[in-house]
């Protein structure tokens, strides 16, 4: 099992700058990939930025050079720093966790945070 809890969301204006963290605990040496999801009203949930164990990330279009995301080993946790947020950013912000354990595949998914971009 893995417990995932996400923070840092609420209201940023276009331009400005929010970070979210993911704090991660229980059976982490079994997770193989992070990343941050997002779902809109009335949209489907998409992935935003992913790294893997190794440390290779990987965003999507949209926030490339926006949004980089980053891993504290010593702090367990995952955050997704958003700069020059824009309107269309917001959405409720999910951290996911993949796992591999015993043969087993599973991911997890923290709670979301709401991150809403306006002026």
């Known amino acids: 099992q893995v417990q995932l809890v996400e923070s840092g969301g609420g209201l940023v204006q276009p331009g400005g700058s929010l970070r979210l963290s993911c704090t991660f605990s229980g059976s982490i040496f079994s997770i193989y990939a992070m990343g941050w999801y997002r779902q809109a009203p009335g949209k489907q949930r998409e992935l935003v930025a992913a790294?893997?164990?190794?440390?290779?990330?990987n965003y999507v279009d949209s926030v490339k050079g926006r949004f980089t995301l980053s891993r504290d080993n010593a702090k367990n946790t995952l955050y997704l720093q958003m700069n020059s947020p824009k309107p269309e950013d917001t959405a409720v912000y999910y951290c996911n966790a993949e796992t591999y354990n015993s043969g087993t595949l599973k991911g997890y998914w923290g709670q979301g945070t709401q991150v809403t971009v306006s002026s």
């Open positions: 790294i893997t164990s190794g440390g290779a990330t």
